[in-house]
């Protein structure tokens, strides 16, 4: 392969950020919306006979030239070298995802996030969680609610581990319960720290990328999201939804799905999509 030119207006341009992008709260705020609504959450790579590398010229050749998009420590990790570039003072983290099937955290090195002190603030960044992920980041300041339109997020401090937990659409309020997302600290980490666990997030049955082709992008009043052989539209609550939260489904047959993913989420892929969505093993560790 060519020698890749990482190139910072290419990949602003990828994003469709257009502003100024001096190292401030609005360019920052602006940078991560726009990277969750033109950069997919997706695993495609492993279900269409590659392998994910977490080199950081391949990563910008993927998602910026070829326009791709990837999971948390390929999205997180070409952001975090796109923040740094851009002045900000970045710090590639680990997280721990809870997990729904066993009401447990995954391994350290599970999940990538990224912190960005600014001003003296710091600021929570992940653009690699998919539907569970905010839309601006968060504030590690405080860990009061924090309202992002129709979802409220935290910050909860226990026992020197950090928790990001969010409120669903249907249960907001004072007395809503707060689901745990993942865990951290605030350890700085490196790329090449994640290497192995992005190797068993692509072999092993116990992870959802493993079993599920998958890709999602977020749009403006809601989420696409693919998953095996099927298509979702989902329309976040609003005035036009009457305050409801809307999901429309549609079943896709193996020829559709090609068609689907390059007019819905803008993907190409190299080799035929191999389409998954087999149940998650347990893993045999729990964390």
Known sequence: M??????????????????????????????????????????LTVHSGGWVE???PLLYDKIVNRRRGGFC?????????????????V???????????????????DHAIIMVNLDGQRWLC???????????????????????????????EDT?????????????????DWIEIYKFTLEPRCLEDFAEMSQYHQSSPSSLFFCKSLCMVLKPGGRLTYVGRRLTSTTFPSEETGGVLQRTTRELKD????????EQFGIVLNAPLIPKDEPIAPPPVMY
């Open 2 to 43: 060519t020698q890749v030119v990482m190139d910072l207006e290419k990949y602003l341009s990828r994003i469709g950020f257009a502003g100024p992008a001096e190292p401030s709260l609005d360019t920052l705020r602006s940078i991560h919306t726009c990277h969750l609504r033109s950069v997919p959450f997706e695993n």
């Open 54 to 56: 977490l080199d950081l």
């Open 73 to 89: 420590f390929e999205n997180n990790g070409l952001l975090s070298w796109l923040l740094g570039k851009l002045g900000f003072k």
């Open 91 to 109: 710090t590639l983290m680990s997280g721990q995802v809870k997990s729904k099937l066993t009401s447990r955290y995954g391994p350290p090195f």
């Open 126 to 156: 992940d653009v690699g969680i998919g539907v569970m992920g905010f839309t601006t980041p968060v504030s590690l300041e405080t860990s009061a609610p924090q309202e992002q339109g129709h979802r409220v997020y935290r910050i909860r």
């Open 160 to 176: 020197g581990m950090l928790f990001l937990e969010w409120q669903r659409e249907e249960n907001r309020g004072p007395d809503g």
């Open 255 to 262: 020829e559709e799905i090609p068609d689907v993913l390059a």
